[in-house]
C-alpha cells in the first residue's frame, strides 16, 4: 500500500519531508503559510499534484486564524495569500490551478459569514484531495493497458504516490498494471540533479516489491540500444494545448533516444496539469534552480568555487515525440491540439 504523501489532519498540514528519504520517513506538520512555502521551494514536497494540493490547503491556512467579519480584508489576505503560494514554483501549473479553484469557491461564497467561506474552503481543498486519489487510479488503470506482461520500462524522476496524494501518475500506471498482476520491470534514472528518480521512484518501487534497476541519467541511450527498454512514461508538471509537455530535466533527452530507438514515449498526467491557456511549450516558465543544487549536492563540493551553472528544473518535449498522453479520461492519441480538448470536462 503506498504511502499518503500529504493530508489535512488538527487543523494542519501532515506531509512527508521528501528531502529525507530514502534513509527516513518523517512527517512535517505545519499551519504556517511561510513553512509551507520554504517546504514547496525546498522540495520537501514535490511533484505537481502534490504540489498543486499543498497549495489548496495553504489556502486554508492563509486565513485559518482570520478573526472578525471585514470582508475586505479577509478577501485581501487571501489574495496576498495566493500570490504569496503561487510564486514558490513557476512551471507546475497545478499549484495556480489549485489556487485559482480555492478562489472561485471564496468568490462563490462571498456573501455569507466569514467563518462559513473558510469552511467552504477547506471542503474544497479536501475535495481536491480526494479527487486526486480516484483520478490517479483511472489514469493508471487506462495506462495500465499499454503495459505488456513482461515489459521493461524506463522512469524519470518520481511520479509515484510521493507526486501525488497516494498513488501516482506514470509510477502509478505501473503499480495499476502490477496489480492486474503483470510481470514488470523498471529502469530507473537517478535523474540528476536531486535524484528524485534514484530516491524516491526506487524507494516506492521497492516497497511495492516491483522489479526495479537504478541507471544513471546516461545510461538511457546505452540501454535503449541493447533492446532492454519496450516503453519509458514520464510525468508532467504542464502540458500546453498542443501537447508539449514541461517535466523534469532530462525528460527531453528521453524522448529523443525513445525516437531513435523506436520506442514509445508516454506521458501521463491528469487534466489539472493541462494549460489550454498556452498554445505550445514555448510559453511555460521554466523554473531555475539554485547553482549549490550541483556544485555541493549533498553536502559535497563537486566543481570549483564560482563555478557559473546554468539549472533549468524542467524542459519541454515537443508533442510530436509523445506516442500517446494518458490520462484520467483515456489514453489520449495525436494530434493533441484536436484530441486534448475533445475528453476535456471543461
Ligand atoms: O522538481 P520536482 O521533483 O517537483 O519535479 C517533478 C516532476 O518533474 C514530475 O515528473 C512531475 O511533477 C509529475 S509528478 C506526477
Not at 485559518?64 to 471585514?70: C, D, V, W
Not at 525528460?251 to 498556452?278: Q, R, W
Request: net charge negative.
Amino acid at each position: 500500500m503506498p504511502v499518503t504523501t500529504i493530508e489535512w489532519t488538527n487543523n494542519q498540514i501532515r506531509m512527508i519531508d521528501q528531502t529525507k528519504l530514502p534513509e527516513e520517513l518523517t512527517y512535517l506538520e505545519i499551519s504556517d503559510t511561510e513553512v509551507l512555502a520554504e517546504a514547496i521551494k525546498s522540495l520537501r514536497i514535490r511533484g505537481a499534484p502534490a504540489i498543486g494540493i499543498a497549495g489548496a490547503f495553504g489556502m486554508v491556512l492563509g486565513v485559518q486564524n482570520f478573526a472578525g467579519e471585514e470582508k475586505e480584508v479577509f478577501f485581501k489576505q487571501l489574495k496576498e495569500t495566493s500570490e504569496y503560494l503561487n510564486a514558490t514554483r513557476p512551471t507546475a501549473v497545478n499549484l495556480s490551478w489549485a489556487i485559482q479553484r480555492m478562489n472561485g469557491v471564496a468568490e462563490q461564497n462571498k456573501d455569507k459569514p466569514v467563518a462559513e467561506i473558510k469552511e467552504q474552503l477547506l471542503k474544497e481543498a479536501q475535495t481536491i484531495w480526494e479527487e486526486d486519489r480516484k483520478i490517479c487510479r483511472r489514469l493508471g488503470k487506462h495506462g495500465a493497458k499499454l503495459l505488456k506482461d513482461g515489459f521493461n520500462v524506463l522512469t524519470h524522476c518520481n511520479t509515484g504516490a510521493l507526486a501525488t496524494v497516494d498513488y501516482g501518475t506514470a509510477l502509478g500506471v505501473v503499480f495499476a498494471a502490477n496489480e492486474e498482476g503483470k510481470k514488470l520491470h523498471v529502469y530507473a534514472d537517478e535523474t540528476r540533479p536531486l535524484l528524485q528518480g534514484a530516491r524516491l521512484n526506487v524507494w516506492e518501487l521497492m516497497n511495492e516489491s516491483i522489479d526495479v534497476t537504478l541507471i544513471c541519467d546516461n545510461t538511457a541511450a546505452f540501454v535503449m540500444q541493447q533492446k532492454k527498454i519496450d516503453c519509458a512514461i514520464v510525468g508532467a508538471d504542464r502540458i500546453a494545448a498542443n501537447g508539449d509537455t514541461a517535466n523534469k530535466i532530462g525528460t527531453y533527452n528521453v524522448a529523443v533516444l525513445c525516437e531513435k530507438h523506436g520506442v514509445p514515449f508516454y506521458v501521463a498526467a491528469p487534466y489539472s496539469t493541462i494549460d489550454f491557456n498556452l498554445r505550445n511549450g514555448s510559453q511555460i516558465p521554466i523554473e531555475e534552480r539554485a547553482a549549490e543544487e550541483i556544485t555541493e549536492g549533498f553536502g559535497k563540493r563537486t566543481a570549483p568555487l564560482n563555478t557559473k551553472v546554468y539549472s533549468p528544473a524542467f524542459d519541454i518535449t515537443p508533442n510530436e515525440l509523445i506516442a500517446s498522453i494518458i490520462t484520467e479520461e483515456g489514453v489520449i492519441e495525436p494530434p493533441y491540439e484536436i484530441n486534448l480538448k475533445k475528453h476535456a470536462k471543461l
